[in-house]
């Protein structure tokens, strides 16, 4: 692994082979300046990113494992070096991480479970934190669980129509998910179970790429 | 003289790497003759077994530098914390739980009597950061790491990289816990020919097959899985077990099977440390209310010993003593 990355890394330096790279970035739809919410944390995995290009190949960055604050402008566009100058038709991703890793002992970098989206005392990775309040009520989501029936990782796809594919805009209609929350039932989940399934199932509607 | 240059760096990143390689080597647990394949498979090295030991036996690792692993986990008893019914922790908080012992961990698949933990390299953020064991934070831990020169020193000659991180310091923890490997008992010795069993062994090899084999298997002494063994739940605690980690209803009430090796010293027994004696754990077993809706399936069908049964089938645990393993120095700090 280090090889494969420390090789990867001299090709970027010289730019002999890695000519393209892809953007990827996400964006939430609205300012809370003007809505009755405020946002704590919003942090999530994006993982296992394939893009499908006009032809019908396909690009797979499987050992691509991005951890996003959605909070921070700096961290929320992932840059892949995929060689392909083709156009893309389409794209899809994990939000969470895969289940290999969530069994496969320690990993470094955006999966170092000191950066706090890891369960120690049962086992696996924390998909996506979302903290906050809406409308007034204070709620608190850690979605994760790798593991049958409670696995929350979530594949979204979505179909690219733009030629100009340098760079891909995923937006997050966050309001409109809060919306749908009845938060007297399910205000707090942290742990894997039934009400996280569900509501890391209703949570990837609202993510699209607007036309 | 580009084409030289470039090739020049290709040849010094290929030898970076091979002496990379060579600081992190490519040992690894290997079974005992006889043994199924470890699921740990990760690089084992000196290097990494010396640092994983330091941490092991390092109090300050806990939130007032007052207890290391090795308060609650005591080479001498298969490390774990005997005469502890539940173990206590940073300023004698108690916990819910007997530490478990610490033997031929490379094998489980899973971690904690609840089998919560599924990867022997994540286990030991638990004990640290939680509030009745060490009460620290792994960022607490890593920092305290970076800035002992002995440490940097240790991490850069496992890892080849002095900078202390958390993923290194668990690898190092995995590589110690899983070198402690006991596999030289009396019975292994009868199992290798180089030693027989006293007729009241034998006897109790016997009984031990018929009736507790099944969930306790050989070689391990264990299985990888969970089970309910008609224990009345201690109300002190209300501890569901695996539950608590599946949210399945029929996983209530079920607890990991644990090795039996090195029992003789490991007391007191089961989840909780109800038991002192093994006699009382037999006596358990013998008295199950074998209608009960939990209960595993192979203890629905009654257990019956006497009691000179019991004391062959206890002569016949007493040959899962390994003291090569329990005294072993190199596992000592």
Redesign the interface.
């Known amino acids: 692994m ?2 494969l990355a ?2 990867c890394t ?1 090709f970027l330096t ?1 730019s002999v082979f890695c000519q393209d790279t892809q953007t990827i970035s996400f964006q939430i739809d609205t300012s809370f300046e003007t809505e009755p919410a405020s946002i704590d944390v919003f942090k999530g995995y994006i993982s296992n990113i394939e893009l499908t290009f006009e032809d019908g190949s396909r690009y797979t960055d499987s050992n691509g494992y991005y951890l996003i604050d959605f909070l921070d402008p700096s961290t929320t566009s992932i840059e892949i070096s995929t060689g392909i100058t083709k156009n893309i038709s389409s794209i899809s991703y994990l939000l969470g991480t895969d289940s290999l890793i ?7 970098g955006d999966l ?3 950066l706090g989206m ?1 369960w ?5 990775y924390i998909n996506w934190k979302l903290e906050g309040n809406f409308k007034d009520e204070d709620f608190t989501y850690h979605v994760g669980g790798y593991a049958y029936p ?1 696995a929350t990782m979530q594949r979204i796809s979505h179909e690219v129509n733009q030629n100009a594919t340098e760079k891909i805009v995923i937006t997050i209609e966050l309001i409109q998910f809060l919306s749908s929350i009845d938060f007297s039932a399910n205000s707090m989940i942290m ?4 009400e996280a399934v569900n509501l890391a199932n209703s949570f990837v509607q609202y993510f699209s790429i607007r036309e | 003289m580009n084409k030289f240059l470039f090739l020049s760096l290709i040849g010094l990143s290929i030898l970076l790497y091979s002496a990379q390689t060579e600081i992190i080597g490519l040992g690894s647990i290997r079974a005992p003759k006889g043994w199924p394949e470890p699921v740990y498979n990760r690089p084992v090295t000196d290097a990494g077994f010396v640092l994983g030991k330091k941490l092991f036996y390092d109090p300050n690792l806990s939130r007032d530098g007052s207890v290391s692993c090795a308060s609650c986990h005591l080479s001498f008893t298969g490390f774990t914390h005997v005469d502890h019914a539940v173990s206590h922790g940073i300023d004698d908080r108690i916990g819910t739980r007997n530490s478990p012992v610490l033997i031929n961990l490379a094998w489980n698949s899973s971690f904690h009597w609840d089998g919560g933990v599924n990867h022997l390299e994540m286990q030991m953020i638990n004990p640290i950061e939680h509030p009745n064991e060490m009460d620290n934070t792994m960022k607490n831990v890593v920092a305290y790491l970076n800035n002992s020169p002995e440490y940097r020193k240790m991490f850069f000659k496992a890892f080849g990289d002095s900078i202390v991180n958390m993923p290194n310091t668990l690898r190092a923890f995995g590589q110690f816990t899983a070198s402690l490997i006991s596999s030289n008992s009396i019975y292994d010795q009868v199992k290798r020919k180089e030693l027989e069993f006293s007729s009241q062994e034998k006897h109790g090899y016997r009984l031990f097959r018929k009736n507790c084999a099944e969930c306790h298997r050989e070689p391990l002494f264990n299985s990888n899985e969970f089970a309910s063994n008609g224990l009345p739940i201690d109300t002190n605690y209300n501890d569901v077990g695996r539950f608590l980690i599946t949210n399945i209803d029929s996983d209530s009430m079920q607890f990991r099977i644990p090795t039996l090796r090195n029992i003789e010293f490991s007391r007191p027994y089961m989840h909780d440390g109800r038991f002192g004696t093994l006699r009382e754990v037999l006596d358990h077993y013998t008295q199950i209310d074998v209608t009960k809706s939990h209960l595993s399936k192979p203890l629905k069908k009654p257990i019956i010993l006497s009691d000179n049964d019991k004391k062959d089938l206890i002569s016949f645990l007493k040959t899962l003593t390994d003291k090569e393993f329990l005294y072993n120095p190199r596992f000592r700090p």
């Open positions: 280090k090889f420390s090789i001299f010289f969530n069994v496969s002992g320690v990993y470094s170092d479970p000191i890891y120690a005392w049962n086992s696996g409670n742990s894997p179970r039934k």
